[in-house]
């Protein structure tokens, strides 16, 4: 008797890779159409929220379900460069929380369609208010376009749902034109770097920022310096007792003529036996990256970033090595 032997076949897995792909392609499809709606109504609503800004009213975010949810991204974002948001809560504005609103605050209403009906009840007791509404909706001539001063349209092709019914590409399009927002408004208002970090003390923008190269260099026995006359094996013991990878060389007066570092030392142990009884000055690198005490150190980072070096020289008015920036201490300092 011949006896069969079972096979299992397994299945390929399914890759969701191309339904991924399909959804990216919609909602950049659906972010160059609205962009392409652009018009004067922007520059409209920039104004708007500008000028409510600068005599020191706010900006009232109200939506309705997952336009609420990108109502509150926008409101963040406004706050935090500068124009104070708050958001509405749409079933409690009826109950007491209408009481954020003020004359003269500008309301930003967000409903795709324009016909939510807990936004179109709301509209009557935000009207009785001096304020400007800037509605940001797909329904350009809805309930809600009807009763806005502005109106943003944010209107996609479909939804990357496939039953074009969750909101996807439109949220995705309601959120950007609320950046869009938020930016120019940024721009209009001379916002700046330093105004940015006064919003975000604690944050690591806030803190790259705000520090001074000064406040986080390496000082005293931890900067490596030595003058340039000095043999490359007495110059290796001053970093090894700073525990430094590079050394600071100076001339006679103190001021800054070159760094060696201890990846120079490497690369020139390998072809030079008689390295280590030779001056500094002979090996070193001259004219050195460096950077002032008083210098942000958003600045040290970005020299850091640009020129790919490990260790960067501190020096003051006098150009006297005054500090090290190791790039390793970025990181504990919470800056990168």
């Not at 479909?158 to 869009?180: I, R, Y």
């Amino acid at each position: 008797m011949i006896e069969l032997t079972r096979v299992t076949i397994h299945p390929r897995p399914v890759s969701h890779l191309p339904k991924a792909r399909e959804v990216f392609d919609i909602e950049l499809a659906a972010l160059k159409a609205v962009r392409a709606q652009l018009d004067i109504s922007f520059d409209s609503a920039v104004s708007t929220i500008t000028e409510a800004v600068n005599r020191r009213s706010k900006i009232v975010v109200v939506g309705i379900g997952k336009s609420g949810n990108i109502g509150a991204k926008i409101a963040a974002t406004l706050t935090s460069t500068g124009s104070t948001s708050v958001v509405l809560n749409s079933v409690d504005a009826l109950h007491g929380d209408l009481g954020l609103i003020n004359d003269g605050d500008v309301v930003i209403a967000l409903s795709y369609s324009g016909e939510s009906d807990e936004l179109l009840n709301l509209l009557p007791a935000i009207k009785r208010f001096s304020v400007k509404i800037i509605s940001l909706t797909g329904g350009v001539k809805s309930s809600l376009a009807r009763h806005s001063d502005v109106v943003l349209n944010v209107h996609v092709p479909k939804e990357a749902c496939p039953f074009n019914l969750a909101p996807t590409s439109s949220t995705t399009a309601t959120l950007v034109m609320g950046d869009a927002l938020a930016m120019a408004v940024l721009q209009a208002r001379g916002f700046k770097q330093s105004d940015f970090a006064k919003y975000h003390p604690s944050g690591a923008i806030g803190r790259a920022m705000l520090l001074r190269v000064g406040e986080i260099m390496r000082t005293g026995e931890r900067n490596a310096v030595a003058r340039e006359n000095l043999l490359v094996k007495e110059a290796l013991l001053v970093m090894t007792k700073a525990k430094s990878g590079s050394l600071a060389v100076v001339n006679a007066r103190g001021k800054l003529v070159g760094v060696f570092t201890d990846g120079d030392f490497r690369r020139k142990m390998s072809t030079d036996e008689n390295l280590l009884s030779r001056k500094i000055k002979s090996v070193m690198t001259p004219n050195p990256i460096c950077i002032r005490d008083t210098a942000l150190a958003v600045e040290a980072l970005k020299i850091f970033n640009e020129r790919n070096i490990d260790d960067l020289i501190v020096v003051n008015a006098k150009k006297e090595p005054v500090g090290l920036i190791d790039s390793q201490d970025l990181p504990k300092l919470k800056i990168m």
